[in-house]
């Protein structure tokens, strides 16, 4: 399964955080999943670390390496990503979170979020 991780999820699964549940951590693990990291997440991960945002605990240069450490395969963002995002109904108004649900449902992968305004979007979203 190819499964894509919002950016909280990402960030709780390479620190090791007790609000990973485990049926998250378990898919994370896998054999059987493909990990994937939106370049989006990268992009939020720097803008809210460098405003000292207390829920993002690292910095996006040693995100990308814990992420890398993990065996973790990135998403580029594509034209037709930001197309996708236009067509979206308007459950939820953050750009990255809306950009993710977009990748997710383009490629298509599975979405893994805590969001339960982001699971809204598709029965293929994995809400945690």
């Known amino acids: 399964m190819n499964l894509l991780l919002d950016t909280h999820v ?8 007790p609000k990973l549940p485990q049926k998250a951590r378990e898919l994370i693990e896998s054999p059987k999943s493909a990990v994937w990291i939106s370049a989006a997440s990268v992009w939020e991960i720097a803008i809210k670390h ?7 605990p690292v910095s996006s ?8 450490e993990s065996g973790y395969r990135f998403l ?8 996708a995002v236009g067509e979206l109904p308007t459950h939820h108004q953050d750009p990255f979170d809306r950009i993710l649900v977009a990748q997710a449902l383009v490629e298509p992968m599975r979405l ?7 699971a ?4 293929t979203i994995i809400e945690i």
């Open 10 to 17: 990402a960030l709780w699964a390479i620190t090791d955080s």
């Open 50 to 56: 460098a405003l000292g945002r207390g829920d993002i």
């Open 61 to 68: 240069q040693d995100a990308v390496r814990f992420f890398r």
């Open 76 to 83: 580029p963002l594509e034209v037709e990503h930001a197309i």
């Open 112 to 118: 893994m979020t805590h969001d339960p305004m982001v």
């Open 120 to 123: 809204r979007y598709s029965d």
